[in-house]
């Protein structure tokens, strides 16, 4: 079964710190994808990237800088964490062209 | 960039009964137009799509249907179930947006046995 990964399910951390979030894909996509999912603001775009080392900013990239070291994993970097980041953070990949995103189950992390 | 409003923001309905969102989109080049299910603690999953050449398709009891020249396409779930109750997402797709999906605000519907 095609899968995302994503490493914490939960995660506080204390404002100010730098934090990662890690996400893998098993299915050799090249696009991958993190957004921000806020009650009432539906889905919002963070970065995005097509290919390994190549990113691009989304609607909301203040903030946040992301990695792509490997196809394979897209990682999002938060860094100094304020409390206004809180937030359920989703990963997706699809294929160039592609139709469907396959979305990981999400990151719940909350800055104190 | 692309417009994308749900209709309604939550929706009750009795097990049995249907529902129906709508997503209205404001580019008239859109060309795919797909319905994300979220349930409880799991990331969105894609129920149904369809493409601009087509008016409907149907997949058991979910339905989706294309209005191009009122930019708008609907789901439609007939006997629902209280599996059924997740939040809902329309993402239209532009051309011009590479594989870029464009996400509406979602719609929690709650079906009540």
């Known amino acids: 079964d095609v899968k995302v990964t994503q490493s914490s399910r939960y995660l506080v951390k204390r404002t100010g710190e730098k934090v990662f979030l890690e996400c893998v894909q098993d299915?050799?996509?090249?696009?991958m994808f993190w957004y921000r999912q806020d009650p009432g603001l539906g889905l919002r775009l963070i970065y995005f990237s097509y290919d390994v080392k190549m990113k691009e900013k989304g609607d909301i990239p203040e903030g946040y800088s992301v990695s792509r070291e490997k196809k394979e994993r897209f990682s999002l970097i938060l860094e100094s964490a304020s409390t206004n980041q809180t937030s359920m953070y989703l990963c997706?990949?699809?294929?160039?062209?592609?139709?469907?995103?396959?979305f990981g189950s999400g990151t719940r992390l909350t800055v104190v | 960039g692309e417009n994308v409003e749900q209709h309604p923001s939550t929706l009750s309905v009795q097990e049995g009964d249907s529902a129906v969102i709508k997503c209205t989109y404001s580019d008239s080049a859109s060309n795919y137009f797909p319905w994300y299910k979220q349930e409880l603690g799991k990331g969105p999953q894609l129920i149904i799509d369809?493409?601009?050449?087509?008016g409907e398709k149907k997949d058991q009891r979910i339905a989706v249907t294309l209005n191009k020249t009122a930019k708008h396409f609907s789901l439609h779930i007939t006997e629902t179930q209280p599996e059924d109750s997740a939040v809902y997402f329309c993402?239209?797709?532009?051309?011009?947006?590479?594989?870029?999906?464009?996400f509406g605000g979602g719609t929690r519907l709650m079906v009540k046995p």
């Open positions: 299915m050799d996509h090249e696009n």
């Open positions: 369809i493409r601009s050449n087509v």
């Open positions: 997706a990949s699809s294929w160039p062209g592609g139709d469907g995103y396959t």
């Open positions: 993402a239209p797709r532009h051309p011009n947006a590479g594989n870029m999906l464009t």
